[in-house]
């Protein structure tokens, strides 16, 4: 038996709270689901997500390390960045491989599409993985100070099964990548 799909929320008016070329912050008034006013905040994401799991014909993938501003953390992660939305998203995710890495890739294919915080944002992320890699120089944004590190994909496994990576992108792309590759269809 399926849960009522429709929408339950009822929307009496809407505020920009702010607005950036990256994201913008509406606030709802709103009649929730069970008939009482309230309030909601919306995050709209001007892009999509991108995310690429480049892996090489040993099973290496790549790293790239910087400080995330919002958690105040070093993070490592696989290869991400932003694509607008009126731009392929492969293409988004070919730069953005290319910028922090250096590499380019002969095949692409989609791994996943998901929403990386659904209770407050829109935000879409496309995941691809990248093979047949050629090495080139990166072109990182002035933005970005980055390491990158390549490493055998089971040994980044390993560092997300032991949470010592955190990235919602590299989470969810590394354990989709094990079982495809755990079924031989990666």
């Not at 590190?149 to 390993?158: D, G, T």
Request: net charge negative; aromatic share 10%.
């Amino acid at each position: 038996m399926h849960q009522n799909e429709e929408n339950p929320w009822q929307i009496v008016s809407e505020k920009i709270a702010y607005d950036n070329p990256w994201i913008k912050v509406t606030e709802y008034q709103v009649i929730n689901p069970s008939g009482n006013p309230g309030i909601y905040g919306e995050v709209h994401f001007k892009g999509f997500a991108i995310g690429v799991l480049p892996l090489d014909e040993q099973l290496n993938t790549y790293l790239v390390g910087q400080f995330r501003f919002a958690t105040n953390q070093y993070s490592w992660e696989l290869p991400e960045g932003g694509g607008p939305l009126d731009v392929d998203p492969l293409e988004s995710g070919k730069r953005e491989l290319l910028e922090e890495t250096g590499l380019k890739a002969d095949q692409w294919s989609e791994l996943l599409r998901m929403h990386l915080s659904n209770s407050v944002s829109d935000e879409l992320c496309i995941v691809y993985v990248a093979r047949g890699l050629h090495q080139f120089q990166a072109e990182p944004e002035d933005t970005e100070q980055l390491a990158v590190k390549k490493l055998p994909f089971e040994e980044v496994y390993q560092m997300v099964a032991a949470g010592q990576i955190t990235d919602s992108v590299t989470v969810a792309a590394v354990l989709k990548a094990k079982v495809l590759l755990m079924e031989g269809k990666l």
